[in-house]
């Protein structure tokens, strides 16, 4: 007799599973480590006094409400504490976003080299992923509003993107705003906003305070060194903190995560130090490998996209493993479009040495 198995929801079986940067190199070599986008500067001091001082009540359920996190994020930034949400990583929250506002027959548009998890999450809810062409590597607004129809639920937009880097400006995020239906959620994510120097950028914060149908998300995984404990934040409209609440799992920060993340917000002097280090050393990784020969698209976050040539020796694929062979770990992006790139997070002052004199051998064939 056949034995009928449970079978998940349609759309989960077509998710092609999400590859983490890589992290694990042959027992003995001590990597460095440039493909997660992590910061090389670690956590805030502060942060981790805060973890060590929450290790003593790891019998106790956490505030369910995040109420002193809420209020040190809504402190720093001057936001209505009601309208943030926390969640383990920005991750969540946009699974979150997409579990409470995504169904079969619904449609949801991403940028064509867009954060791999919104396809991950739109298929997720058996709804269908709708890619908008990107213009050199950055968003193109009019790309996205072609495609929006009555089925049309969300747009996610990474700004700055990952794994591009590239970003776009607050009028063009306003004017895309201003011609989406009003039904549909725009998400912008903002897992990188603290790195971005330009005049014409801002975040979010500014169009969630001023539409009804905007969100923002935020990662502590970046600046802020504490992609380990998992945490972000969300500013939404009211209606959209309601359903994140009602819907999410009511313990879903963690005592120390807690801890961590209201001593790292109010840590400026740390933000500002990640800041500066990476000001300083962005164009400098970008301007040696230019040196190179190689083509890098210029970024507002803390990592670059490296352009390879196609085919021959110096593809994107052989520079992986010599580099590999060398214990430097980068980031392969052929799962966002891009097997022609690596994205290569910006280190400590050694590590962007490192990578660079490794790249000039590997172009020079040099130490082959
Ligand atoms: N958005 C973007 C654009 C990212 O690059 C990342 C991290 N890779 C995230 C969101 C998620 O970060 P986290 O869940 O650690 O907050």
Redesign the pocket.
Known sequence: MATALPQPKAGILDIDPYVPGESKLPAGLKPIKLSS?ETPLGPSPKALDAVREAIGELERYPDGSASALRAAIAARYGLNPSRIVCGA???EL?TMLAHAYLGPGDEAIFTEHG?L?YRIIVLANGATPVVAPETNYQTDTAEILKRVTPRTKMVFL?NP??PTGTYISFDEVRSLRAQLPSNVLLVL?A?YAEYVRRNDYEAGIELVATTPNTVMTR?F?KIHGL?GL?L?WAYCPEEVADVLNRSRGPFNISVPAMAAGAASIADKTHEEASALHNERWLPWLSGELEKLGLTVTPSVANFILVHFAKDGGKTANAADAFLKERAIIVRKVGAYGLPDCLRITVGTEADNRAVVDALSAFLGGRGA
């Open positions: 986008n990583g920005s991750d946009l954060f998890l990474a993107n990952n994510d897992a990662t995984s992609a998992r972000g």
